[in-house]
């Protein structure tokens, strides 16, 4: 069979995706970029918003309407938390929830009726990963979590914390690795709790990453900025781990922050980002903001805005509030009209791209070993653009001739400036 693989939201609905693709060819099935020729088409939905449900039920109604044959199969957070809603769409034929995730490749086979081809489950595919042209994968290493942030969906919709083991994952990093792979990224639903129910931590799992893999880069997805273990910044002593942490934030009120029921006051939030940029230059920090939470009067705004302004981000992504059913501050009083919510986050979008030039700035003429990525931009008869990313995560732009390729090479290059909205660099060869 030709499976199409869909997802929307998080990089962990990415990381399952890969999963769920090995899985289907180990079966011997097929991945498809084209859902047009899919005879299966599996749905990783997201309900991190009201607007992101909204989109789920879009995509879902889309992929049926452009491909009426094919069977559809709707799993993540949106199809967890409205099932027969998610059921009752046209065309869908199978939902799973998170809960039944690691079944979800048995249980397509099986519920639907498809037979696996075992002649075929021998023979090696092509890798999921290169059929959708990357040079890095996502690594699903935890899910659920323990907290009730008043704004978040996503706890009820995945439920209570569950660890991989690290063998597996190890095993995991260096089948990609063998197959071409020069990055992982780790995700969870909450990250900083990895080993709480297996008797380990973050910091175990890195540095078993670091002695029985040898990935030449390890990136972290976004890390709730609380519970990490003692010494991890120390952890970058090894080059081989990026030195970028995306910290959602959320708010630099702490006012704010006990109504968001968040676990990190602003003061212990700039310590950890000031013990990461004195363990190394240049280090990336990048974070969620949320705009107009509830009750979030003048002064916790301007109080907020200001301590943004003094931590410095390299990248925000801006959430305008909006009420989410389901969570504890859809029931807050004094909910914010729009015009102010809009008014904050135009001065919040001004501020972060002042803070994104200042650091690309503070860059100019440093080199970075860059891992170049498969996109090509022609620029003329004789040449194109590659791009990739530095370790700290800036993604730059290299002239290269027609001839050559650096695809998914390791290449060391000084960074020059910014021509055309793209940061250029020079390769060091």
Avoid at 8 to 19: F, K, Q, S, V, W
Avoid at 85 to 106: F, H, R, T, W, Y
Avoid at 143 to 153: H, K, L, P, Q, S
Wanted: proline share 4%; hydrophobic share 35%.
């Amino acid at each position: 069979m030709l499976i199409h693989l869909k997802t929307l939201g998080c990089r962990l609905n990415e990381a399952e995706l890969e999963t769920w693709a090995q899985a289907f060819q180990a079966a011997g099935h097929h991945i498809t970029r084209k859902q047009a020729q899919a005879d299966v088409i599996i749905i990783n939905s997201c309900a991190v918003t009201a607007d992101a449900s909204r989109k789920s039920r879009q995509l879902i109604r889309r992929m049926h309407r452009e491909n009426p044959h094919a069977k559809l199969v709707v799993s993540g957070c949106y199809a967890s938390l409205n099932p027969d809603e998610a059921a009752q769409l046209m065309g869908v034929d199978l939902v799973i929830s998170n809960k039944d995730k690691n079944q979800l490749v048995e249980q397509t086979l099986s519920q639907l009726n498809f037979a696996s081809m075992p002649a075929m489950s021998t023979e090696p595919g092509e890798f999921s990963l290169f059929s959708r042209g990357r040079q890095r994968a996502f690594i699903k290493v935890q899910d659920g979590c323990r907290y009730r942030c008043t704004f978040c969906i996503v706890t009820v919709a995945r439920g209570e914390e569950v660890s991989r083991p690290i063998a597996t994952i190890i095993d995991e990093i260096n089948a990609l690795h063998q197959q071409g792979i020069n990055e992982v990224i780790l995700t969870g639903v909450h990250l900083g709790g990895y080993g709480d129910d297996i008797n380990s931590n973050l910091s175990q799992l890195i540095l078993n990453i670091l002695k029985h893999t040898d990935i030449p880069r390890l990136r972290m997805g976004s890390l709730e900025p609380w519970e990490l273990p003692i010494g991890f910044f120390d952890l970058f002593d090894n080059p081989r781990l990026m030195p970028h942490l995306h910290l959602p934030l959320q708010s630099g009120s702490d006012t704010v922050l006990r109504r968001m029921a968040r676990r990190c006051k602003t003061a212990e939030f700039a310590d950890m980002v000031q013990q990461a940029r004195d363990k190394i230059k240049n280090f990336n920090i990048t974070t969620d903001i949320i705009v107009g939470f509830p009750g979030e009067t003048e002064q916790e705004w301007q109080t907020s805005f200001d301590y943004i302004k003094s931590i410095g981000f390299g990248h925000i992504h801006i959430f305008t509030y909006s009420s989410r059913e389901g969570t504890k501050a859809a029931t807050l009083p004094h909910q914010l009209p729009n015009e102010i919510k809009k008014k904050r986050s135009k001065q919040l979008h001004q501020l972060a791209e002042q803070m994104k030039q200042q650091f690309i700035a503070q860059n100019i003429n440093q080199q970075y070993p860059v891992l170049w990525e498969g996109q090509k931009k022609p620029v003329d008869d004789d040449h194109y653009l590659s791009f990739g990313y530095t370790p700290n995560y800036l993604r730059v732009a290299c002239k290269i001739a027609n001839d050559d390729s650096i695809e998914n090479k390791i290449i060391p290059a000084a960074l020059k400036g910014i021509t055309d909205e793209h940061l250029m660099c020079e390769l060091n060869t």
